[in-house]
């Protein structure tokens, strides 16, 4: 496979959800439970070589109010880092991260926002 353009789909290992980043972006404080003012951040870990879109939906009371989307590709193991941030504090209550690679859903954590 001489390309990345030829390169499989990447494969989910695992969702991390936390407050800290490690250096390699993978969670270093893993939580569900934040604060208003925090940054939540969320690690989507890969097991294989390959390359995708990775998308992170994130969802306030039920409603998407947040998406981002990375284009990807690795060599092996690896992780790809999302964060949410809100400057006026996010708003109390449940939210969602949900992970979809190349469109197909993979992945989701339910976090809560407390004061």
Request: charged share 20%; hydrophobic share 35%; proline share 5%.
């Amino acid at each position: 496979m001489s390309a990345a353009g030829c390169r499989p789909p990447l494969h989910l290992l695992t969702l991390q959800v936390g407050r800290a980043l490690n250096v390699d972006r993978t969670i270093a404080v893993h939580t569900t439970r934040f604060k208003p003012d925090n940054t939540i951040y969320a690690s989507v870990l890969t097991d294989r070589t390959g390359a995708s879109t990775i998308l992170a939906r994130w969802s306030y009371a039920g409603r998407v109010i947040s998406e981002t989307q990375k284009q990807v590709s690795y060599k092996g193991q690896a992780a790809t880092e999302f964060h949410f941030e809100s400057a006026g504090g996010f708003p109390q209550g449940d939210y969602k991260v949900e992970i979809f690679i190349d469109g197909q859903p993979v992945a989701s954590r339910d976090f809560r926002v407390d004061p």
